[in-house]
């Protein structure tokens, strides 16, 4: 069964992390693909909206949840050739994107039986926190001290941001600071 891993890219703006709501194994995240089927090569016309139904309860322990369990997203049939497909969520393999990745990112990782995906549409349930930038002034803690350093700029978690990618970007006005998310790209990449 073929497995790929959709790989992301975004130019982020004054932001630490940028993931799906719940992280790289978030099966609540509405999924829009373009699939294609295996067999007869047709590819639906629309994205499709994909839900992910969790096919086993975790033990608790996530740890090892993520290297066992995958996450059933769901049988569909081909509108070509009639055969089934099932596309299911490995759990494990992803990472967010963050300040530090200015390049792709393996986000997500999927089993693909039957059908194969071939675009991914950004849409809600996106979450990303913001980097907060505060002055601190020495003097005001350290008034005996004449020379140096005056103030200093501390850089702290911010915000979290609920986004919705409809519009292919964000952009907005936070803590005085300018805050975007641009240039978001994604591919499938297949993985042995
Ligand atoms: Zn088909």
């Known amino acids: 069964m073929p497995k790929l891993m959709l790989v992301v890219s975004a130019e982020l703006k004054n932001i630490v992390i940028l993931q799906p709501e719940d992280g790289s194994d978030d099966e609540k995240i509405n999924y829009y693909f373009k699939l294609e089927c295996e067999h007869c090569g047709w590819v639906c016309e629309?994205?499709?909206?994909?839900?992910?139904?969790?096919?086993?309860?975790?033990?608790g322990n996530r740890r090892n949840d993520n290297l066992n369990l995958s996450r059933n997203m769901g049988n569909m049939i081909c509108h070509g050739c009639e055969s089934h497909g099932k596309i299911s969520l490995i759990l494990g393999h992803?990472?967010?994107?963050?300040?530090?990745?200015?390049t792709e990112v393996d986000l997500m990782l999927f089993n693909c039986d039957g059908l194969l995906h071939v675009?991914?549409?950004?849409n809600g349930g996106w979450l990303a926190i913001t980097i907060h930038f505060y002055k601190h002034n020495f003097y005001?803690?350290?008034?005996h001290v004449t020379s140096g350093f005056s103030i200093f700029f501390f850089q702290t978690f911010g915000q979290v941001i609920h986004i919705d990618?409809?519009?292919?970007?964000?952009?907005?006005?936070?803590?005085?600071?300018?805050?975007?998310i641009t240039n978001l790209e994604a591919k499938f990449v297949p993985k042995g």
């Open 46 to 59: 629309n994205e499709a909206y994909v839900s992910i139904n969790v096919k086993e309860k975790p033990t």
């Open 94 to 102: 992803g990472a967010p994107l963050s300040q530090n990745h200015c």
């Open 119 to 122: 675009e991914y549409s950004f």
């Open 140 to 143: 005001h803690f350290y008034p």
């Open 165 to 180: 990618f409809v519009g292919r970007e964000y952009r907005n006005v936070i803590d005085g600071e300018e805050v975007t």
